[in-house]
C-alpha cells in the first residue's frame, strides 16, 4: 500500500486537541507533524474535520445464536455497518456451545469471521460449561490464542447461567494469567419466577419483559459479581451496565480500590422504559437485556461517563429483525408473538454509537471532547489490550482513522444504515456530527456514503491480558 497523507484535520484524542498533518505507511502511522510534505502520497484534505482513533466496539453479536434465533447481521454485514458508523474494531462473542470446548468455540467464530470480516476483530470467549476440562484451555486462550478475556451469564437459567462456583473457578484461573472476566450481571433465578408469575396470569405483552427484570436484581448480581472478583483479587467489568444499583454497587467497590469496571450502552444513555408502551408489538423491537430503565438510571449513567465510574460505552449489537421477512423467523422478533419471554433478546447500533454520543454526549454538554474519544475508543483499546495499536493517534500506532464532521446533521434511520436489521431503535433522530471518510490501516474504507473496503480485509487481532495492567 502506498502512502497516504491526511493533511491540516483537527487531531481529537482521549488527551490531545491540535491541527496537524498526519503520514501513513504501511498501515500505521509515520508521523504527525505540524505540515508535512506531500511526496508520492495519496492526499486527504481534512481541514475542518476532526481527525479521531478509530472506534473500538468491544460488545457485538455478528450471526450469534440466541436459543433457537440468530443475530441477522453477518460478519460481513455488521462490520461494514461499524465501519460507517466509525468503528474500525469490533470485539465479538464465541459462545461456548454444549459439549464443546473453549477453543473449538473460537476455532468455529474465526472461520466464520476470517472470510467476511471488513474491520479488524477479536474474541470474548462465553464460558457455559466451567469443567475442569475448559478451565484448563483458558491459559493457551490467553497466552497463545489473543483471547484473554471471558464472560458468563448470572441470567438465563438451564441455558446459559453460570453458578457462583463456576463464576469463581473462572476468575482464579483467569486472574492467575492476566486475564479479564466479564459478566452479565443479572439474578437469573429470581428473573425466572418473575416471567413464570407474568405469564400465569396472562401478561404477555413486550413490556413485561421490562417489567420482569427490575433493577434491584442487576444491582444484586453486579455487587456478587464484584465481590466474587474481590475475593478471587482479579479485576471485573460488567456489560452492558443499565441500572442506578448496579452503578452504585461499582461506584461502592472503587471507592475501595477495588478493579471493578463497566460499560453501558447508547440505548440505556438515550431512550427509557417508555418504549414498552408502543402500541401493538412495537414494543418487541426495545426487548433487549438488561431492559431500558427510567430517567433516574439514564442520569445516574451520564454522570457515571463523566466522572469515570463507567469507563467505556459499547453497543451490545445484537439485532434481530422485525418482521420474519426476508430472513427467517428465527432471525426476527416475531417468534416472541404473544409470549414475551420468546421475544429474542437484543437489539442493533453498531452504527449510530459515535455518532449519538458525540451529539448527546459532546453536543449535549453532558461529557468533553477528549472524554468522548477515551470512551468510544481509547479506553476499550486499553481494557481489552489492544492498545496502543488500536485507540490511539500515535506514531506506530494502526492508521485506523475517522474523518469526522462535527457539524454536519443527519438523520439516523434503518432506510440508510448498513446493518440486515430492518429497524432502529433511533429511527428518525436528528444528530449532528457525521463520519466522513474512515480509514482501516491505512486503507480508505468508507467515503461519505460510499463503501470502498473488501470483506476478509479485516484482521484477528491477538490481544494482551490487560487484567495485569487494568
Ligand atoms: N446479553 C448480551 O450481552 N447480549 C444479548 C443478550 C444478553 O442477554
Ligand atoms: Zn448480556
Ligand atoms: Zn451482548
Known sequence: MGEVLIKGGRVVTAVDDYVADILVKDGQIEAIARHLPNSDA????????????????VHTHMEFPLGPAETCDTFETGTRSAAFGGTTTIIDFALQKQGETPKQALDRRLALAEPQACVDYGFHIILTEVTPESLSELPDLINQDGVSSFKMFMAYPGVLMVDDAGIFRTMRKVGTHGGMVNLHAENGGVIQVLIEEALAQGNTSPKYHALTRPSIMEGEASHRAIRLAELAEIPVYLVHLSAKEALDAVVEARDRGISAFAETCPHYLFLTIEEYDRPDFDGAKYVMTPPLRDH???????????????????????????????????????????????????????????????????????????????????????????????????????????????????????????????????????VTGKVEKVFLRGELVVDGDRWLGKPGNGRYQKRSASGRVI
Open 42 to 57: 495519496e492526499v486527504h484534505n481534512a481541514s475542518g474535520l476532526m481527525v479521531l482513533p478509530g472506534g473500538v466496539d
Open 296 to 430: 433516574t438510571c439514564q442520569h445516574a449513567l451520564w454522570r457515571g461517563l463523566k466522572f469515570d465510574d463507567l469507563q467505556i460505552v459499547s453497543t451490545d449489537h445484537c439485532p434481530f429483525c422485525f418482521s420474519e421477512r426476508p430472513f427467517g423467523i428465527h432471525r426476527s422478533k416475531q417468534l416472541g408473538q404473544g409470549d414475551f419471554s420468546q421475544i429474542p433478546n437484543g437489539a442493533p447500533g453498531v452504527e449510530f454509537r459515535v455518532p449519538l454520543l458525540y451529539d448527546g454526549g459532546v453536543g449535549g454538554g453532558k461529557i468533553s471532547l477528549n472524554r468522548f474519544v477515551q470512551l468510544t475508543s481509547t479506553a476499550p483499546a486499553k481494557m481489552f489490550g489492544l492498545f496502543p495499536q488500536k485507540g490511539a493517534i500515535a506514531v506506530g500506532s494502526d492508521a485506523d482513522l475517522v474523518l469526522f464532521d462535527p457539524q454536519k446533521p443527519h438523520i439516523l434511520s434503518a432506510s440508510t444504515h448498513h446493518s440486515n436489521v430492518d429497524y432502529s431503535l433511533f429511527e428518525g433522530r436528528q
